[in-house]
C-alpha cells in the first residue's frame, strides 16, 4: 500500500493561484500514474487531472478546469504537483491525490486503477 501525503491546501481569493502537492512514500514511485480528485461540501467526488507514469509526458484535465490547472511530477523527490491558477469559488473542495500503479480508467464518478488516496487537502477559494 502507497502512503500518500496532501500539503499546500488554503485560503485563496477568487482569481488568485494556488499549488497542492502530494508526497508518496515507496520506490517505485515512477511507476505509477498520478491522480488529482476533490470534493466540495455535499457533492461527489470529481476527477480533476492526471499524469502518467514515467516522465508524465501525457496529462488528463476535466473540462472544468483546463487552461486553469497543471498537474506535474517530480519523480527524484516522490511527488505530483498541481497548479492551480484563476481560482474560482466553485474550486473549493477538499483535494485529493491517488496513485494507479496498473493502469486506470474513470466512467462518470466511477474511478477505476486508483488502488491508493491520501487524505486530502482542503482548498478555500473566497469570493
Known amino acids: 500500500q502507497v502512503q500518500l501525503v496532501e500539503s499546500g491546501g488554503g485560503l485563496v481569493q477568487a482569481g488568485g493561484s494556488l499549488r497542492v502537492s502530494c508526497v508518496a512514500d515507496?520506490?517505485?514511485?515512477?511507476?505509477?500514474?498520478m491522480g488529482w480528485f476533490r470534493q466540495g461540501s455535499g457533492k461527489d467526488r470529481e476527477f480533476v487531472s492526471a499524469?502518467?507514469?514515467?516522465?508524465?509526458?501525457?496529462?488528463y484535465y476535466a473540462d472544468s478546469v483546463k487552461g486553469r490547472f497543471t498537474i506535474s511530477r517530480d519523480n527524484a523527490n516522490n511527488t505530483v504537483y498541481l497548479h492551480m491558477n484563476d481560482l474560482k469559488t466553485e474550486d473549493t473542495a477538499v483535494y485529493y491525490c491517488?496513485?494507479?500503479?496498473?493502469?486506470?480508467?474513470?466512467?462518470?464518478?466511477?474511478?477505476?486503477?486508483?488502488?491508493?488516496w491520501g487524505k486530502g487537502t482542503l482548498v478555500f477559494v473566497s469570493s
Open positions: 491517488a496513485a494507479a500503479p496498473n493502469g486506470w480508467y474513470n466512467r462518470g464518478n466511477n474511478f477505476h486503477g486508483w488502488n491508493d
Open positions: 515507496g520506490h517505485t514511485f515512477s511507476n505509477w500514474a
Open positions: 499524469i502518467s507514469h514515467g516522465s508524465g509526458g501525457t496529462t
